[in-house]
């Protein structure tokens, strides 16, 4: 049986890795605030945005397993070099968005520790980010074995405290209904679902797929261990979000710090939460900060065929771009940082259409898929994900436009 487990979790890796980078301190964040304000309301956004996720990440595993040319130069070779780079600039931006948020967690949980300004960290954690990005010979087990880890230890901590804090199950259960929402409540809706239904990581997982060396042999396994990185990924948001409508909003808590966050585990760990939350917390966005970086950086040097694995040089050049990048912005940033990560969510599903379209393209092209091209039933999942995304992305551009012109 040991044997078994063992090697269960020997297989794992790319699911993991995608569940651990979309899992930052943005995706807490919004969780808790969410829990917070909403209760167990808005459940269900986050079951819709994982069944969205899981339909394209095991869209982008077929591609993945199937061939060992990369997804961006088929796009090219197919659809035109136009359409590859327009979505790794979309990617790339997409990881952006991300970063900022990411800086922004670390500070924050650095600050929750040691009481000095959120703004100063990102020019210490960056810097090292940067050295293990070029100087990490094999960067994809490094970052294999640390975001199983951090995933495990979250989980752990979270359904522990549920034991403790004993949170209303039916409420639960009929927060996972959908319901009518105000306009008021977009924000915070259009980043819960960034936090789980985020296209440029279900576009990587066909290049995590690849490093990790899986072939055709390997479907059915690659294809298990996305859906339960995808599941964890959920679990984690849920279990937050019900911590936090069990604990913080009865007490009218509003969340603006990590410190208020932490009082979710307060049951449960007493007067240590405070510190145990802020290292998970900065975790949480050191490993996002660090996978995000290199998934926007690959994407983009791969569109303009200047390399596609995580040990080439302009890979490496472009991620310490979006790692330098939201660096400078966290550091200048001067403004409400519990609503910035917040926006920083959102924000991040502004290109991701495009994407959305070069993965369907790809899947119902029977010369590059064969038998394995996406049956009517995925044709109509994908289709429901991209109506939800696009839907996002039209009142985030008018909020965005109405913010400019203000």
């Avoid at 210490?124 to 293990?132: D, E, G, Q, S």
Wanted: charged residues 10%; aromatic residues 12%; proline residues 2%.
């Amino acid at each position: 049986m040991n044997l078994k487990i063992k090697n269960f979790f020997k297989a794992l890796g790319p699911g993991f890795i995608i569940a651990a980078v979309v899992l930052g301190p943005g995706s807490i964040t919004v969780s808790s605030k969410i829990g917070a304000t909403h209760g167990y309301s808005l459940l269900w956004v986050i079951l819709i945005g994982a069944i969205s996720m899981s339909v394209y990440t095991t869209m982008s595993v077929r591609y993945g397993v199937l061939h060992e040319k990369s997804l961006l130069k088929m796009i090219s070779e197919k659809y035109g070099k136009w359409f590859s780079i327009a979505i790794g600039v979309c990617s790339f931006m997409a990881a952006l968005s991300f970063q900022f948020g990411n800086n922004l967690g670390v500070g924050m949980g650095m600050k929750t520790l040691t009481g000095i300004n959120e703004t100063i960290w990102p020019l210490i954690f960056t810097p090292l980010a940067i050295v293990l990005v070029f100087f990490t010979k094999n960067l994809y087990k490094a970052l294999e074995r640390l975001m199983m880890i951090m995933v495990v230890v979250l989980i752990l901590a979270f359904i522990i405290n549920l034991v403790f804090i004993r949170p209303d199950l039916e409420a639960a259960a009929l927060g996972f209904i959908p319901k009518a929402v105000s306009g008021e409540d977009f924000n915070e809706i259009a980043a819960l679902v960034g936090t789980t239904f985020v296209l440029h990581n279900a576009f990587f997982q066909s290049y995590l797929v690849q490093g990790k060396g899986w072939k055709l042999k390997d479907m059915s396994r690659s294809i298990r261990d996305t859906k339960i990185g995808i599941f964890l990924l959920a679990l984690i948001s849920t279990l937050v979000v019900i911590t936090a409508a069990a604990t913080l909003k009865p007490k009218g808590i509003s969340v603006n710090s990590a410190a208020d966050m932490a009082i979710q585990l307060e049951r449960l760990l007493g007067s240590f939460a405070k510190y145990i939350f802020g290292f998970g917390f900065i975790a949480a966005a050191f490993s996002s900060l660090l996978v995000n970086s290199v998934t926007g950086g690959g994407l983009l040097a791969d569109s303009m065929g200047m390399g596609s694995s995580m040990n080439e040089k302009m890979p490496k050049v472009f991620t310490a771009v979006i790692l330098l990048a939201g660096m400078v912005i966290a550091v200048f940033f001067r403004g409400n940082v519990i609503y910035a990560l917040i926006m920083a969510q959102a924000s991040s599903i502004l290109g991701v259409p495009l994407i959305a379209m070069g993965l369907f393209l790809v899947l119902n092209n029977k010369s590059i898929m064969g038998k394995y091209k996406n049956s009517i039933l995925q044709n109509f999942m994908a289709l429901v994900g991209f109506i939800l995304i696009s839907v996002l992305v039209y009142f985030m551009y008018g909020k965005l436009i109405g913010y400019l012109t203000v």
